[in-house]
Nanobody
Framework: QVQLVESGGGLVQAGGSLRLSCAAS????????VAWFRQAPGKEREFVAA????????SYADSVKGRFTISRDNAKNTVYLQMDSLKPEDTAVYFC???????????????WGQGTQVTVSS
């Protein structure tokens, strides 16, 4: 199995930017589709963005489309989530997830990281 570690979270003002990283170990990330999810306090975990193994295809939640960009560097075994124009409602714990056999917002990913907190102040 692949192990995933998220980093890059923090406190930022509304309108600011953050870049999250999802670093993999144990196996090469290049054979996994990867997604980002988030969970705000008192809410269910929700899909944010996903990318296929090569990065040629991406998918975004409507709430982040045009503001967030998912990308990957398979040579570094890392997937990124660039978050721009952040809003207070983006505040959540952000998780990356990976799976060899599926992709997309409705897919049940088999490997998860521990999450990184993102807080956007107004």
């Amino acid at each position: 199995q692949v192990q995933l570690v998220e980093s890059g979270g923090g406190l930022v003002q509304a309108g600011g930017s953050l870049r999250l990283s999802c670093a993999a170990s144990g196996r090469t990330l290049s054979i996994y589709a990867v997604a980002w999810f988030r969970q705000a306090p008192g809410k269910e975990r929700e899909f944010v963005a996903a990318t296929t193994t090569t990065g040629r295809m991406t998918s975004y939640a409507d709430s982040v489309k045009g503001r967030f960009t998912i990308s990957r560097d398979n040579a570094k075994n890392t997937v990124y989530l660039q978050m721009d124009s952040l809003k207070p409602e983006d505040t959540a714990v952000y998780f990356c997830a990976a799976d060899r056999y599926g992709y997309g917002p409705g897919y049940k990913y088999g490997n998860w990281g521990q999450g990184t907190q993102v807080t956007v102040s107004s």
